[in-house]
């Protein structure tokens, strides 16, 4: 697995394309067969997708091309479309639900014969969930901290506020842990979900602006990610 973060310049003043890029045809179907993987409960969530897309980010990033990539791929990044569907591609043969050997495959034979009923059957990935019963570490006011912590993955903590301290304004609820479901790990357990507001000056240190000096960042956090401030 190869992960890549991506480097972020607080000094980049450079404009934001806000245009709008057309949908392909492909990109709709990707989406749809996401959407109905996980509506038939045969997928839990987006997580897995969206774990293998970030390692085809880092795959590119490092030079590690992925497998019979298509030749326009060879020599530049992929759209946001086109990573979907390498990474598609890479979680249902991680799943074993097709073969290498079939995506290869550029003329299928038309003439195979249909398969039965029992064939076409898919079994979905069911994962085990542990029970969640102590109750929450932090409350509604309690300080914080986000600890920084190297992990490889689907982690859905924003690198930025690592190892910044902020105020707990909420909870948020009980939720899978997203990290488990990504690496389809078992069993999967519920973890507390906080909204924790910071200080822009906490964030930004000494290259946070005059004028937003009394704003704040609200993001949220799992339970273990935050340790607590005195």
């Known amino acids: 697995m190869v992960h890549q973060h991506i480097p972020h310049d607080p000094l980049d003043r450079s404009p934001i394309d806000w245009s709008e890029k057309p949908i392909a045809t492909y990109e709709k179907r990707m989406i749809a067969l996401h959407n109905v993987l996980i509506s038939k409960a045969l997928f839990p969530g987006l997580s897995p997708i969206r774990r293998t897309a970030e390692e085809v980010d880092g795959k590119f990033a490092t030079g590690q091309l992925p497998e019979n990539i298509p030749q326009s791929l060879s020599d530049r990044l992929p ?25 290869e495959q550029e003329n299928p034979d038309s003439s195979s014969p249909t398969p039965t009923q029992d064939q076409q059957s898919v079994k979905g990935i069911s994962l085990e ?4 019963t102590a109750p929450p570490q932090y409350q509604v006011g309690d300080w914080v901290r986000v600890q920084v912590v190297a992990k490889p993955g689907h982690i859905r903590t924003p690198l930025y506020l690592l190892g910044k301290q ?9 939720f899978k842990n997203p990290e488990e ?28 602006p005059a004028d937003v000096q ?10 273990p990610w935050l340790s607590p401030v005195e």
């Open 214 to 223: 009394r704003d704040t960042l609200s993001a949220e956090f799992y339970e």
């Open 79 to 103: 759209t946001y479309g086109e990573r979907r569907v390498l990474a598609m591609e890479a979680i249902l043969c991680e799943v074993g639900w097709i073969q290498k050997h079939e995506l």
């Open 129 to 132: 969930v542990s029970d969640q």
């Open 166 to 174: 902020g105020i707990v304004r909420q909870i948020q609820g009980i």
């Open 181 to 208: 479901l990504a690496h389809l790990i078992q069993p999967v357990h519920q973890l507390y979900l906080y909204l924790v507001e910071f200080e822009m000056p906490e964030i930004w240190g000494e290259l946070c």
